[in-house]
Nanobody, 114 residues
Framework: QVQLVESGGGLVQAGGSLRLSCAAS????????MGWYRQAPGKQRESVAA???????NYADSVKGRFTISRDNGKNTVYLRMNSLKPEDTAVYYC????????WGQGTQVTVSS
């Protein structure tokens, strides 16, 4: 069973940056579209960024121009670079395939203070 392990979250001030990583235990990153999702307290999980197997990317309007998704096929890892963070970016961030197929990991908490 493939496991997804997210890391890199933390507490940052508004305007700051973080880079999240998602390591997959199996060779799924190179052959699947991958996405980053987030869930804020009291809200449903939402998609924020996606990258296809061909390298095309897509972003939610709320993060466009600030977040960048990338992947390293050799390391079976997907990254999310987050710049100009806002308090409304506070959430637990997860990764998964698109469409979601594997069990969700534990996520990584991102907290942005104002």
């Amino acid at each position: 069973q493939v496991q997804l392990v997210e890391s890199g979250g933390g507490l940052v001030q508004a305007g700051g940056s973080l880079r999240l990583s998602c390591a997959a235990s199996g060779s799924i990153v190179s052959i699947n579209a991958m996405g980053w999702y987030r869930q804020a307290p009291g809200k449903q999980r939402e998609s924020v960024a996606a990258i296809t197997s061909g390298g095309s990317t897509n972003y939610a309007d709320s993060v466009k121009g600030r977040f960048t998704i990338s992947r390293d096929n050799g390391k079976n890892t997907v990254y999310l670079r987050m710049n100009s963070l806002k308090p409304e970016d506070t959430a637990v961030y997860y990764c998964n395939t698109i469409p979601t197929y594997y069990s969700w990991g534990q996520g990584t908490q991102v907290t942005v203070s104002s």
